[in-house]
């Protein structure tokens, strides 16, 4: 069964750095394009950021671009994003979720469809 955990969440002041993981069970993220979404006015969810299931391509929506890095650790079958220079309007729930061989990861950030796996998500608070 197909499974993503996300953890790392919490409250953080402004200017301040978030580590998100993304643990995946039942299926390797070596195989996957893996991307963090947050909600987002107007639609169910906002791609963060999103990495190729090939060759770790990424992409960033522009508001994080900068501050935040995606990352595969294909030895512990996790994603990470790190997050830095946090700004309160960053402050929301983020979920991973999964697509088996996608390399358009823009695509899959800007439009997500078709994904196969999300996770509960991890919420985070950016205030002071």
């Known amino acids: 069964q197909l499974q993503l955990v996300e953890s790392g969440g919490g409250l953080v002041q402004p200017g301040g750095s978030l580590r998100l993981s993304c643990a995946a069970s039942g299926f390797p993220v070596a195989y996957y394009a893996i991307g963090w979404f947050r909600r987002a006015p107007g639609k169910e969810h906002e791609g963060v950021s999103c990495i190729s299931s090939e060759d770790d391509s990424t992409y960033y929506l522009d508001s994080v671009q900068g501050r935040f890095t995606i990352s595969r650790d294909n030895a512990n079958n996790a994603v990470y994003l790190q997050m830095n220079s946090l700004k309160p309007e960053d402050t929301n729930v983020y979920y991973c979720?999964?697509?088996?061989?996608?390399?358009?990861?823009?695509?899959?950030?800007?439009?997500?469809?078709?994904?196969?796996?999300w996770g509960q998500g991890t919420p985070v608070t950016v205030s002071s």
């Open positions: 979720a999964a697509i088996r061989a996608e390399t358009n990861v823009q695509a899959m950030c800007e439009m997500p469809r078709y994904l196969e796996v």
